[in-house]
């Protein structure tokens, strides 16, 4: 499966996140109902829909974290890239080294920008086996490469994280996810907490990782929807009310409380 | 236009009143740590000499020092801290780190708060009836300091799960999120971010623990003995009880300055921790890098 997700595969081999029949509660709070979802690899996903629809419920099933919570109950299945995640022996160390997740406030670790980049890298690699410092450097550079900050960071890899930018915390928070090589990468609003100018970067930036990575974002910025993913699920009190592909959603929506939510109706 | 109005005015005449009464209430509570620490200088201070600090007491402990006592005091907070500090930092990790939020644990949480408000003599009792008796450690440095360990839990676990809590959530789910297990994040993120405040619990577990009289009263602390002691499982002379023993059970007269001395040597000692415990925070503190 290594390289199957390089490229615009379209529809063929497995999804990249299928999701069949499922159901969520919060306690006796049912989130989401039925959601069938079929996320295509290698291509850029939104999820839409007003405040508490379900869209960060959903992201934060396809990983699993969403169990730390623990009050929660689902029913369902989840299949990432053809494997169910909910089946016995799966192991969530495994799950989470697959799926990469941001979140909406950049949450970089207080240690270095090396450090960071590296983390899940030797929490997982350098375990196994031993790790060069030209191995590690190699790796450091290629992810903030990857995420366009190499050039800003590179004179200050040893400086602690927290002193970047939001921006340049974001792309950091994605660029130390690439070295454990994930598949999926789940975005919760990832540019909310960002200026106008920070947005348009790390959009740039998720547009560039769009064929390497499936990417699953979430989104209250229905031009940012519109303008950076290949297809657009539309979500309303926890379901789906319409996928398809986003020129079409935006354009003609087949469902007409989607298009009251896309011309501002009510969110 | 802008000028008061009565209503104005009464509200900034509250307002002054409210000041003053707050300002009182904070000279109020300053009126008694100064008036103790001035008393305890003022006639403590002929009595400390290198010799006092140094030497054993003599004459039915009329004169002479009190290094035994120190050196017992020293004794008793480090056994006490061995057996309180890994327990109260792994349950407190435990708690905050692993625990699920339900009924159990708020029971446990419960015990914690309540192991606090137990009085220091009914400690003592404890201590007795379980260290020196039922597990017959006699009365011994071990037996008192488990005393104290026991009644100074409550501090560590409290102090630690509040640091440990103070440590901001997005980094515990970034770490999750790469797939770090529990443990690798608590050693990696958690810990390092957490240590400043569980070692500012300790340093007032130190002040607290080596102020203590009656745990150690029936435990392991005796009134004289003329050598230091060699092994946990000996008795030991310490300062609070040095004190509470020239100050009210000694037979012969002993000298008013003597007393104070020690309250004096006491309570500097308590005072040098928790400065240190407050200058250590400050540094580590200005390492933190949120």
């Excluded at chain 1, 992201?59 to 109950?73: D, Q």
């Excluded at chain 1, 699953?216 to 592909?245: K, P, W, Y």
């Excluded at chain 2, 023993?245 to 104070?260: G, K, R, S």
Aim: hydrophobic content about 45%; proline content about 4%; some cysteine.
């Amino acid at each position: 499966m290594a390289d199957e997700h390089h490229g615009d595969h379209g529809d063929h081999g497995p999804y990249a996140i299928e999701t069949r029949g499922l159901n969520l509660w919060y306690g006796d709070f049912q989130a989401l109902y039925d959601v069938d979802l079929e996320v295509k690899q290698g291509i850029i996903t939104s999820m839409i829909g007003p405040s508490g629809c379900g869209k960060t419920t959903l992201l934060r099933t396809c990983n699993r974290i969403i169990e730390r919570l623990g009050y929660v109950r689902t029913t369902g299945s989840v299949s990432i890239l053809g494997h169910d995640v909910f089946a016995d022996g799966v192991e969530l160390v495994q799950v989470r080294k697959r799926i990469g997740m941001v979140f909406q406030r950049p949450n970089p670790l207080p240690i270095s920008i090396r450090d960071n980049v590296l983390f899940g890298f030797r929490l997982h690699e350098a375990r196994l086996r031993k790790v060069s410092a030209a191995e590690e450097d190699e790796i450091l550079e290629s992810s903030l490469r990857q995420v366009l900050l190499w050039d800003t960071v590179k004179d200050r890899l040893d400086k602690p994280a927290t002193g970047l930018s939001l921006e340049e915390q974001q792309k950091l928070c994605i660029a130390r996810l690439l070295p454990v090589k994930p598949e999926v990468l789940l975005m919760d609003e990832p540019c909310s907490a960002l200026d106008p100018a920070g947005t348009e970067a790390v959009e740039e930036l998720i547009w560039k990782l769009r064929g390497d990575y499936t990417i699953l974002i979430v989104t209250h910025n229905m031009a940012q929807a519109r303008r950076a993913s290949d297809e657009c699920v539309f979500m309303l009190l926890g379901r789906i009310i319409e996928h398809g592909r986003t020129d079409e959603v935006f354009l003609s929506p087949e469902n007409s409380q989607t298009a009251d939510y896309i011309e501002g109706r009510y969110g | 236009m802008f000028a008061a109005t009565p209503l104005n005015r009464r509200s900034d005449r509250n307002q002054s009143v409210a000041k003053a009464v707050f300002g009182l209430m904070t000279v109020v509570l300053v009126i008694p740590v100064l008036l103790i620490i001035g008393t305890l200088v003022v006639k403590g201070a002929p009595a400390i000499s290198w010799e006092f600090l140094f030497t054993a007491p003599r004459n039915n402990m009329t004169a002479g020092g009190i290094f035994p006592a120190l050196v017992g005091t020293i004794w008793l907070v480090v056994v006490a801290l061995l057996a309180s500090v890994p327990v109260g930092v792994a349950a407190a990790l435990y708690l905050s780190e692993y625990a699920p939020d339900n009924l159990l644990t708020r029971a446990i949480n419960l015990a914690i708060v309540n192991l606090a408000g137990v009085p220091s003599i009914v400690h003592a009792l404890f201590g007795f009836g379980a260290f020196v008796l039922f597990f017959n450690m006699g009365q011994s440095i071990l037996a008192a300091s488990l005393t104290l360990a026991v009644m100074t839990l409550p501090v560590v676990i409290v102090a630690t799960r509040e640091s440990l809590q103070a440590v901001p959530h997005a980094f515990r789910e970034a770490c999750w999120n790469m797939g770090a297990t529990r443990w690798q994040t608590i050693r990696k993120v958690v810990l390092p971010n957490s240590i400043s405040g569980i070692l500012t619990g300790v340093i007032l577990e130190v002040s607290r623990t080596s102020g203590e009289t009656a745990p150690i009263m029936f435990t392991g602390a005796t009134a004289f003995l003329a050598f230091l002691p060699e092994s946990v499982f000996d008795q030991t002379m310490a300062m609070s009880y040095h004190l509470y023993y020239i100050a009210t059970q000694a037979t012969a007269d002993v000298p008013e300055e003597l007393t104070y001395g020690v309250a004096l040597v006491l309570i500097a000692i308590v005072l040098m921790m928790n400065a240190v415990s407050i200058a250590f925070r400050v540094y580590l503190r200005g390492l933190k890098k949120w």
